[in-house]
């Protein structure tokens, strides 16, 4: 596709429900992030994919979030039992490479997903 | 732990001036930096990037300065338009470490006609 998209575009959910949030990087994009927004905020890192490298969960909040990118391409943020707290925007971005030593690559962001938990 | 930016000040400026955006950041270590533009119900837009061994870089209508004394970013936007009104956030990196970036708290930018 032209860019990244992420689905659904809204996500209203109950507290203690699991969520999946998808996330389509842009074609021949190796690198796969996740960010989360909370209001009036800045993005905090989640969770980075390069390749089929071991994923860098530094990011994770809590062990209720994990994600996963099958075959190089689609990714999958799921957060186990929701909280209140775990309401936010959750963004993905994509780059053609990461790398150490290496210029960096720009970031593409998607429209991200927002999740609200009542 | 490190932080970045500012927590969502307002800047409000007439449509045609030059606005400046400002960022402070706290890691020394940081060897890049990125400013992102963020409209309504999208996500964040790339504007431009300078690495520390630089002090300024110009793009279209928009200058990036670094001031690694003091630790300050800025961004400065010329002849603002209506457009131009979005959130702001600066983001920096360190040792590295490619694209897990450390973001701001944002500048709302409000241009008036």
């Known amino acids: 596709g032209a860019g990244v998209s992420q689905s659904p575009s809204n996500k209203v959910t109950e507290k203690g429900k699991d969520v999946e949030l998808r996330c389509d990087p842009i074609s021949g994009h190796t690198a796969l992030y996740w960010y989360r927004q909370s209001l009036g905020q800045g993005l905090e890192f989640l969770i980075y994919f390069q390749g089929n490298s071991a994923p860098d969960k530094s990011g994770l909040p809590s062990d209720r979030f994990s994600a996963e990118r099958t075959g190089g391409s689609v990714s999958t943020l799921t957060i186990q039992r929701t909280q209140q707290e775990d309401s936010a925007v959750y963004l993905c971005?994509?780059?053609?490479?990461?790398?150490?030593?290496?210029?960096?690559?720009?970031?593409?962001f998607g429209s991200g997903t927002q999740l609200s938990v009542l | 732990g490190e932080s970045v930016g500012l927590h969502l000040p307002t800047l409000s400026v007439q449509e045609g001036d030059n606005s400046i955006i400002n960022c402070a950041y706290s890691?020394?270590?940081?060897?890049?930096f990125i400013w992102y533009k963020q409209e309504s119900g999208k996500g964040p837009q790339f504007i431009i990037d300078i690495r520390s061994n630089m002090d300024k870089r110009q793009g279209q209508r928009v200058t990036v300065l670094l001031n690694k004394t003091v630790k300050h970013l800025s961004l400065q936007i010329a002849a603002t338009q209506p457009g131009d009104s979005a959130v702001y956030f600066c983001a920096e990196n360190f040792n590295n470490a490619g694209n897990m970036l450390t973001f701001g708290g944002g500048t709302r930018l409000m241009v008036k006609p």
């Open positions: 971005a994509s780059s053609r490479r990461q790398g150490r030593g290496k210029a960096n690559e720009k970031l593409f």
């Open positions: 890691n020394s270590a940081s060897d890049y």
